[in-house]
């Protein structure tokens, strides 16, 4: 498994950001270590796209990316609990210093609406000014606004994989979804389990 294989298993975008730093056996992935890897995984996490990266690339200077990208890796270590709590809390409420903390990120966003033809049929498309390094910060915040505002804290779950670090929305019909991925967290499982009936 690739490191980028990560992005997508937590079937939506702000269990994404948490699982950006896993544990997958005895080796632990950080897809965030600088400002480049923070750009590319916001464009492959469908964040932002690849219009915006060459503007953020252009505008910003390294030094800035890489501040940015330190910032979000503690934002991502603040938020990992907040969501664990949120998701087994019974009634799903969140605390207002954390309401406090996301809005002030929240508020730094600048988007607007552009009116975009395709084959004769109109869309709506939001698009974001980069006016500030800081609005970096946004794209998983709002995705984690959106999942604590809108979510089924009752579907979000931790993988059952021995030493795994992965959450996931569970979208399956039944939702009985237990591992991260089937490929690799479940055949582990499965492969210890034939193992130990094995040595009975």
């Known amino acids: 498994m690739e490191p980028t294989d990560l992005i997508g298993l937590?079937?939506?975008?702000?269990?994404d950001f948490?699982?950006?730093?896993?544990?997958?056996?005895?080796v632990r992935i950080e897809l965030l270590g600088?400002?480049?890897?923070?750009?590319?995984?916001?464009?492959l996490a469908g964040l932002i796209g690849p219009a915006d990266?060459?503007?953020?690339?252009?505008?910003?200077?390294?030094?800035?990316?890489?501040?940015?990208?330190?910032q979000v890796v503690e934002i991502r270590e603040w938020l990992r609990p907040v969501?664990?709590?949120?998701?087994?809390?019974?009634?799903?409420?969140?605390?207002?210093?954390?309401?406090?903390?996301?809005?002030?990120?929240l508020e730094a966003d600048r988007r607007y609406l552009q009116l975009h033809e395709g084959n004769?049929?109109?869309?709506?498309?939001?698009?974001?000014?980069?006016a500030e390094a800081s609005q970096l910060l946004v794209p998983p915040v709002a995705a984690t606004a959106e999942l604590l505002a809108g979510g089924d804290r009752q579907l979000v779950r931790r993988c059952e994989g021995v030493d795994c670090t992965m959450w996931f929305y569970d979208r399956t019909k039944a939702h009985r979804r237990r591992w991260c991925s089937m490929a690799q967290c479940?055949?582990?499982?499965?492969?210890?389990n034939h193992r130990q009936r094995q040595a009975r």
Do not use: C, M
């Open 186 to 192: 479940g055949n582990r499982a499965k492969a210890r």
């Open 10 to 15: 937590g079937d939506h975008p702000a269990l």
């Open 120 to 130: 004769g049929i109109p869309g709506l498309h939001e698009h974001r000014h980069w």
């Open 83 to 105: 969501i664990a709590a949120w998701s087994t809390h019974e009634t799903g409420g969140i605390s207002a210093e954390v309401v406090l903390r996301l809005n002030a990120i």
């Open 34 to 43: 600088d400002g480049s890897s923070y750009l590319a995984w916001l464009e």
């Open 18 to 26: 948490v699982n950006s730093t896993a544990a997958l056996g005895s």
């Open 53 to 70: 990266t060459a503007i953020i690339r252009e505008r910003f200077s390294t030094a800035e990316l890489d501040d940015i990208a330190a």
